[in-house]
């Protein structure tokens, strides 16, 4: 529903025009009408004509230029203009396309492939090695870091009203959900990341674990990623714990250590029978096993139960996204849209991952604690976990409780962005790269599409989120874990995404939103409900219609605005009778007006 | 009697309805001993039989649990009275005054299955004469399933159920009609009471007429067939170009007679025809402007193609358990694809956009045409008024549409939906009506605030057809409409029989359950609005171009001989299909609708002017409100669209009591202020149990009586991802390719 936020920020904000291209007048001169970042530099000028393969209105020519963070296109002649505005973060891959002798008409360019389900394609005039120059900076500026630059996080100038590195406290948010209680400590054993590399310095664990047996687990715990608390329920106590998979390995090793942890968790609220989400299918579990991992077997861990969760690893969920992007970009799959989509097994992974979700978060209404694991504990237990948390706890579905979220279970627990998405990396083919954060934010977006009151933050926030989740404009989804964080100094020396969202908030605000905390949401995990998310996977296609605003919501809106309205000129009635020369009987005209939900009738003629 | 429905209009049969109790002496006859174990009855309603204790399934859960109670077959319903007292369900806002929720109207039951064990059979009376089913299983058309053990019951009881009662209810359901028709003589005089602002029903000639005027349309009325002198198969009244003879009318009989369904704004209009365009150049001739016919048949699918889809399609939402659903689930998307359903609808929908491409666009008459002119053509035909004309969008709008296109354009309704269960009619069973409102909710959905009727409007429209007492639905056309309403009025002491019409809502649902009917998003054209469009719009054409006498002048008679095909090249005839279909031809085909469709999108939206659907994969879906609405699992408590909606009705409330609380200050200025006093006495007490939150998806069909629940969790999910392609190496792999680790 909405566009790509261009990475224009707070100064310029596009409204109403295309996805792909925004309609500004040729008033100006021919690039002047872009408003460049503070701490953004021009770094090319291309002044000789490009073509701009564009799929859906043809070739456009124009000129092109190149900044330390965007590549900016504008044609010259279609009216209305066709601007490209693409942050150089989300660009994936730059390739050059024909050659000095190719024929054809626009066959010698460059071919752009973004991580944000696009392609772009350029060509160039052949003469004079035209594209060398354009191809050079574009491959050295997308790709910083495998040029030793820094990203353009590090240059931005940006400032805002607020600071988002404030948003998220550890110790705050244990407060919040009622810990250090009697069952639950807080420890600082990670404080310089000894423990475990990639967790936080500040772990909550069972109180009568000590830090001398938190040390033995992890030695248990692939990368020492001990089970810890990442919520607890207010009433039954019930709490979602989340860690790695133990290294079981081929010969089925035990460790008494782990097993007395994790009854210490099941002990801490008088759960009957721990439960172990294992989010992996049951076969790679096995197979984890000769690589020294594994799973919980029964005969070890006998006031467990396991559950496996079929959840498939990231290379198949990297090949199921590009399969996606095969049928709908350029050009949405006509013939046979609905089996191709099914070929994707795109909704079928969202499918999983909710209802795995859903059967964590029935467990804890149930006044069951509960373990999640993977194999590493950074991918499909962060969506688990912090899916979950979104059914039972109301605060994560505000628009600052969605933020501490992220922060806490994704960011802080090392989901690694910077493998994942590949920052400024050129290695395109990497195998550490797949989309599960992509995937974890769809996820979410399925769940407000199911309950459009529940939240109170909006598609755009989720749309927004994703864009800089590429676009390397903020520090947030920088560097894999909390440690590289410190050293690279991110805190202090880039903006947080949070600045920008929290700084003009109400764009991102859900007008339907109904607070209603202690209510659990259960999605419908079943295909009849889950959809694409055309707004966002299609959004490059002008014939989807971009809405800024959902009919729905602008009618809202309409209603709101004439609601006040009305108030205002009955108060204002109100006082002209109320003045001396009016009726003594003034006292009874309707002094409550101001408190229009008493009003509230029945429907009876359309407005 | 039976006959004379099903046939379509035949001969007019024998009265019958004087050999049944009249509903006056049924209801003195019940009252004083009306059993506890007996649903309210209808006045000329019967039971026929009985069986009790049954154990009706509960829906929720597969667990074998259920309710005991009664189950008895009437001459209207399959009903099931629970032994277990009913609690009084205050939020039960949207009750079916004719039927409730454990009852079934004969006409809307599906298929009746056998359970034995652990087999389902399809019953037929063969079946049953050896074994009786310890259950059966119910599939309705409006897609509610019931399951209904007999172990319980007395053998007997239970055979003579199945026999007389459910088996036989075909022959039982004409009777019903007629009688429960009669009971509403007094509800029907809303067409009285609403005479300006009402549903135009188009069986007088003032509607037509002013349909005519309304679009400015030029053409002749025929009042020629108001006793259906002319043909049987045609309306009462109806419209043809101005050129149409005397002689025309009389040769032609109704086939091959462009009839005038609507008129652009530039003049043309739109027209079908039943068989082959004999009368094809009067059209032509009518507003000079060239004209486009369509054979609906090239390359639309037929009925039975329809049939066979819809059946394929109903079944993924006919669950008789939830292993089975789950099962489905995994293939939903493909299974939804080879059923077909949704293509069809994307054709209609495709198709009314080349024929409204034609009228708005190149301004030239079009002429659909097909060999009944009365099923895809009123298809396409209301759906291109819808696309065009806003005020078809309207509720009293689509109403009248309904009636203009459908009941006066002859569809066989009757025939359509083989509400008798007649085994020769059921060639001719087709959902050919529902595919049209499966049409309107893909636009509705696209567009929501182009409408002033709501989502549930349409689903509760789609249930109405089988509702056997409606006179919208119970026939073939208008002759047979009135050859069986004559014949069975008894000349004596009631006058004629009185059907009621599907518009006077009041006789299914009081007014409260109406307020669900509109569409809390429709933003009514403001005054100002309006008169900005007339100024911009371009004067007619017609009245720019001719003086209106240039082509009155009537054709030669014996013009339309046999050389229509003659005439068709010189008039420059032009086929939209054959350009449609040939995408090598001069005009490209698709590539012109999408050009057109993308003209229209790339301007901002009107709501109140022309609409288009988007025919893109993920923009046709499906209605999930009326094939979703009755499957517990997959209701979402506390969300779906009505969790929004109900919030802006309850605004709209609000902003609408400020206004007239505005409005009467206005009032009271002058004359003290007691108008505000009265305000606060006036209050609606009930705010309409809306209350968003605890509204579930299946709104306001199912009301959650159960907060707490437990969720649905998929089953057998993983088998699909692991047979697939998809688990080849790549499922196998590390994450992150990590060494194994050591441990001391």
């Not at chain 1, 804890?364 to 509960?370: E, K, L, Q």
């Not at chain 2, 609380?661 to 505000?676: C, F, I, Q, W, Y």
Request: charged share 25%.
């Amino acid at each position: 529903m909405y566009f790509l936020m261009d990475g224009c920020g707070p100064l310029n904000h596009r409204v109403g025009s295309g996805p792909w291209a925004s309609r500004e007048s040729l008033k100006m001169g021919p690039l002047a009408d872009v408003t460049l970042l503070p701490g953004e530099e021009r770094v090319i000028e291309h002044d000789k004509d490009i073509i701009y393969m564009c799929p859906f209105n043809g070739a456009l020519k124009g000129k092109v230029f190149i900044t330390n963070y965007r590549l900016y296109f504008k044609s010259a002649d279609a009216d209305p203009a066709v601007t490209l505005n693409v942050p150089l973060g989300v660009i994936g891959r730059v390739e050059k396309m024909g050659g000095a002798s190719s024929r054809g008409e626009n066959s010698y360019g460059l071919d752009i492939t973004c991580k944000d389900m696009r392609n772009l394609r350029f060509a160039l005039k052949q003469e004079g090695h035209s594209r060398r120059d354009i191809f050079d900076i574009l491959f050295r500026y997308a790709f910083p870091v495998s040029h030793g630059l820094p990203v353009f996080a590090y240059l931005s100038q940006e400032k805002y009203e607020e600071n988002g590195w404030n948003v998220f406290k550890p110790m705050e948010e244990f407060r919040r959900q009622g810990l250090p209680n009697e069952k639950w400590r807080i420890t600082f054993v990670n404080e310089t990341y000894e423990l475990c590399d990639t967790y936080p310095t500040i772990l909550a664990v069972p109180f009568r674990s000590s830090d001398e047996d938190l040390r033995k687990v992890s030695a248990f715990r692939s990368r020492g990623r001990i089970p810890v608390l990442s919520w607890i329920h207010r009433e039954n106590q019930a709490v979602i714990c989340r860690c790695s998979q133990p290294l079981v390995g081929m010969s089925g090793k035990r460790n008494k250590d782990d097993e007395r942890y994790l009854d210490l968790i099941r002990e801490a609220n008088g759960t009957a029978k721990l439960t172990i989400y294992d989010a992996r299918p049951s076969v790679n579990a096995v197979a984890n096993k000769a690589t020294g991992g594994g799973y919980e077997g029964d005969d070890a861990y006998q006031n467990a139960e396991l559950v496996f969760l079929d959840i498939h690893n990231i290379h198949v969920m990297r090949e199921s996204l590009k399969k996606l992007k095969d049928i709908v970009y350029p050009n949405v799959e006509e013939s046979h849209w609905l089996s191709s989509l099914e070929s994707t097994h795109w909704l079928e992974h969202i499918k999983l991952v909710i209802s795995g979700a859903i059967q964590v978060a029935d467990k804890i209404s149930g006044g069951n604690s509960v373990v999640v694991h993977c194999s590493d504990g950074w991918d499909r237990t962060a969506q688990l976990t912090s899916l979950a948390m979104l059914m039972l706890d109301g605060h994560y579905r505000t628009l600052r409780g969605f933020q501490v979220l992220l922060e806490k279970e994704w960011i802080s627990f090392g989901h690694k962005f910077a493998s994942r998405i590949g920052h400024g990396d050129k290695n395109h083919a990497d195998q550490d790269r797949s989309p599960i954060f992509v995937q974890f934010i769809d996820c979410v977006w399925q769940m407000t599409k199911q309950f459009p009151t529940a939240f109170e933050f909006n598609e755009r926030l989720l749309v927004t989120i994703l864009d800089h989740l590429f676009s390397c404009r903020f520090g947030t989804f920088l560097y894999n874990c909390e440690s590289a964080r410190d050293t690279n100094e991110v805190r202090s020396k880039t903006v947080s995404l949070w600045s920008l969202v929290n700084s003009e908030a109400s764009s991102y605000q859900n007008p339907f939103y109904t607070p209603e905390c202690s209510r659990v949401l259960y999605p419908v995990a079943s295909m009849r409900h889950l959809e694409l998310w055309v707004t966002y996977y299609i959004r490059w296609n002008p014939r989807i219609r971009q809405q800024q605003q959902s009919p729905v919501e602008q009618r809202y809106m309409e209603l709101l605005a004439l609601r006040d309205e009305y108030l205002k000129k009955l108060e204002e009635l109100q006082l002209t009778d109320s003045s001396p020369n009016s009726s003594h009987l003034s006292n009874s005209s309707t002094p409550n007006a101001a408190s229009p939900t008493q009003h509230i009738t029945h429907l009876h003629t359309p407005f | 009697m039976l006959s004379s429905l099903g046939s379509g209009g035949g001969k007019t049969a024998k009265p019958s309805f004087v050999s049944y109790v009249t509903p006056e002496e049924i209801k003195s006859e019940k009252e004083p001993y009306k059993k506890e174990n007996q649903p309210d009855l209808l006045p000329g309603e019967v039971v026929f039989c009985s069986a009790c204790p049954v154990l009706k399934y509960s829906q929720d859960d597969m667990s074998q649990r259920g309710v005991f109670g009664t189950l008895l077959c009437t001459n209207f319903r399959v009903s099931f009275v629970s032994d277990e007292v009913q609690v009084e369900e205050t939020c039960k806002l949207f009750k079916n005054k004719l039927y409730g929720e454990n009852d079934i109207p004969l006409a809307c039951v599906d298929n009746i299955y056998g359970g034995y064990e652990d087999k389902k059979k399809l019953i037929t009376g063969g079946l049953l004469k050896n074994k009786y089913p310890s259950k059966i299983i119910v599939h309705c058309k409006d897609l509610r399933v019931f399951q209904f053990s007999l172990t319980y019951s007395k053998e007997e009881d239970a055979k003579k159920l199945c026999f007389t009662g459910v088996l036989d209810h075909n022959n039982v359901v004409m009777k019903t009609y007629l009688r429960s028709s009669s009971i509403d003589n007094n509800a029907v005089c809303f067409v009285e009471m609403q005479r300006k602002e009402r549903t135009m029903l188009f069986d007088c000639l003032e509607d037509w007429t002013q349909d005519m005027k309304r679009t400015k349309g030029n053409c002749r009325l025929v009042t020629e067939n108001s006793s259906f002198e002319l043909s049987q198969k045609l309306p009462q009244f109806f419209i043809v170009p101005l050129n149409v003879t005397d002689e025309d009318l009389v040769k032609f009989q109704g086939n091959g007679l462009p009839m005038w369904c609507w008129s652009h704004h530039s003049g043309c209009a739109l027209f079908k025809t039943a068989s082959l365009p004999l009368m094809l150049t009067a059209v032509a001739h009518n507003h000079l402007y060239s004209v486009k016919t369509e054979d609906l048949s090239d390359t639309l699918p037929t009925i039975q193609d329809i049939q066979l889809s819809y059946n394929k399609f109903k079944q993924f939402f006919l669950i008789d358990n939830t292993t089975e659903f789950w099962m489905s689930d995994m293939k939903w998307f493909s299974s939804l694809e080879n059923c077909g359903w949704l293509d069809m609808i994307r054709q209609c929908l495709l198709k009314a956009v080349e024929v409204v491409e034609c009228l708005e666009k190149e301004n030239t008459n079009v002429l659909i045409m097909e060999e009944s002119g009365s099923d895809l053509c009123c298809v396409i035909s209301s759906l291109v008024q819808l696309m065009l004309d806003p005020h078809y969008r309207t509720l009293l709008g689509f109403q009248s549409l309904v009636q203009k296109e459908w009941v006066a354009g002859g569809h066989a309704f009757l025939d359509r939906s083989n509400q008798l269960h007649l085994k020769e009619k059921v060639e001719s069973q087709s959902p050919v009506f529902l595919l049209f409102l499966e049409c309107v909710w893909q636009l509705h959905q696209q567009h929501g605030p182009a409408f002033q009727f709501s989502e549930t409007y349409l689903t509760v429209l789609s249930d109405s057809v089988h509702v056997p007492v409606f006179a919208t639905f119970l026939f073939n056309n208008d002759s047979h409409r009135a050859n069986v309403l004559r014949a069975e009025s008894p000349s004596s002491q009631r006058g004629p029989l009185n059907c009621p019409s599907v518009w006077d809502w009041s006789v299914q649902f009081d007014c409260r359950a109406q307020d669900l009917f509109t569409n809390p998003l429709y933003a009514q054209k403001t005054k100002q609005d309006r008169s900005q469009r007339k100024s911009h719009r371009p004067k007619h054409q017609r009245q720019l171009s001719l003086p209106s006498s240039a082509f009155k002048t009537p054709t030669k008679k014996g013009f339309f001989k046999d050389e229509a095909d003659s005439l068709k090249k010189i008039l420059g005839v032009k086929r939209i299909s054959r350009w449609m279909l040939s995408p090598s031809s001069d005009f490209p085909p698709m590539s012109s609708i999408k050009e057109f469709y993308e003209t229209w999108q790339a301007k901002p939206l009107d709501y109140h002017g022309m609409l288009l659907p988007c025919l893109d994969g993920p923009s046709i879906r499906v209605w999930m409100q009326r094939y979703l609405r009755w499957i517990h699992d997959v209701q979402i408590l506390g969300g779906g669209p009505v969790a929004v909606l109900s919030k802006v009705s309850e605004l709209l409330a609000e902003v609408q009591e400020l206004r007239s609380e505005l409005d009467r200050h206005a009032r009271t200025v002058t004359s003290n202020h007691r108008g505000a006093i009265r305000t606060r006495a006036k209050t609606a007490p009930e705010n309409l149990a809306r209350s968003s939150v605890r509204l579930s998806s299946s709104f306001p069909f199912v009301t959650s009586r159960n907060w707490s629940f437990k969720p649905a969790i998929p089953t057998s999910m993983l088998q699909s991802l692991m047979m697939s392609e998809v688990a080849g190496d790549l499922a196998s792999r590390e994450d992150d390719g990590s060494e194994p680790e050591t441990v001391v």
